[in-house]
């Protein structure tokens, strides 16, 4: 287990990620959908694991996030829930799940948290959305919000590329985050915006700011794992660091797996009964 945190024992929860900002502690988050990947990057000390719908294009093959349902994601995060110990696990509301109304908004909330053991939704928004993350929060369900790049908008912003460069789509970005916030958010995610922006908006938060492609003036950070250990090698934007190169691993290992069984070299007689 990484050493790095301060308390690396301690259950994270929601409440304790803003005295880590309060403290100039950085929050380190990570993507994982199922139990084993959940179990590695729990053990290795993340502070909070999240469940994105990013599983639509990762884990599931889809072009957007826009496919993946309620049901997909419960059980994506039941299997994440079983293989972690410590880090605060966050789990998507996905499209289609809560913008329709806040009742509805609601009703999807209590049965992912309900059916997958979750700690925290997260949907993506701003004033469009107040009501259902306001109706969500007063029934007791943590929620982070998610600014910026929303991918369950893509087909509204028709590019992944960065958002909020012009002024008014910043401006409205800031009174997005500060509403968040007084609504009771306990974090909110800044997706691919410009780094003074961002770091902007941490600085006027008392909750912390988890930036993706936001630069190094956010709380913290979240990446998808198969993008920073180099599992999904086509993707390459500028924001991702590559700590790995696992798709290389594991052809590798693949490819001496497959000479040994076409030899006959594997088993040998310590690998039979
Ligand atoms: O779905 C996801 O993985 C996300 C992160 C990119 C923030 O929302």
């Known amino acids: ?30 993507t994982a959908y199922d ?13 909070a694991i999240l469940v994105g719908d990013s599983a639509s294009n990762v884990m599931a093959g889809n072009a957007t996030t826009l496919p993946i349902t309620l049901d997909e994601m419960i059980n994506y995060t039941k299997s994440v829930v079983k293989g972690v110990k410590r880090a605060l696990v966050v789990t998507d ?4 799940s809560y913008q329709g109304n806040s009742k509805e908004a609601l009703a999807s909330a209590i049965r992912i948290m309900k059916e997958s053991g979750a700690e925290a939704v997260k949907l993506e928004g701003g004033s469009e959305i107040r009501e ?4 969500i929060i007063s029934a007791g369900i943590p929620v982070m919000g998610h600014l910026g ?12 590329a960065v958002r909020a460069k012009e002024e008014a789509e910043a401006a409205k970005l800031i009174e997005d985050a500060k509403m968040l ?9 800044l997706e691919k915006i410009p780094a003074a922006l961002a770091t902007k908006v941490s600085q006027s938060l ?26 999904n090698t086509g993707f390459s934007p500028k924001f991702l660091r590559r700590y790995a190169n696992l798709a290389q691993v594991i052809n590798d ?21």
């Open 206 to 231: 008392s909750i912390p700011t988890i930036g993706i492609g936001a630069g190094n003036g956010c709380d913290g950070q979240v990446l998808v794992y198969q993008d920073m250990l180099g599992l």
């Open 93 to 96: 509301l996905p499209f289609g």
């Open 132 to 135: 259902s993350i306001e109706r």
């Open 149 to 160: 790049l929303t991918p369950q908008s893509i087909n509204k912003f028709g590019t992944y």
């Open 35 to 47: 139990y084993t990947m959940a179990s590695i990057v729990d053990g290795a000390g993340m502070d």
């Open 253 to 273: 290992a693949l490819g001496r797996y497959i000479d040994d069984v076409k030899s006959g070299d594997f088993p040998n007689k310590d690998e039979q009964y």
């Open 1 to 30: 287990m990484s050493t790095n945190t301060t308390d690396n024992q301690r259950k994270v929860t929601t409440r304790r990620f803003i005295e880590m900002k309060q403290r100039g502690e950085k929050i380190a988050m990570l």
């Open 181 to 189: 916030e007084e609504v009771g958010c306990f974090a909110v995610v």
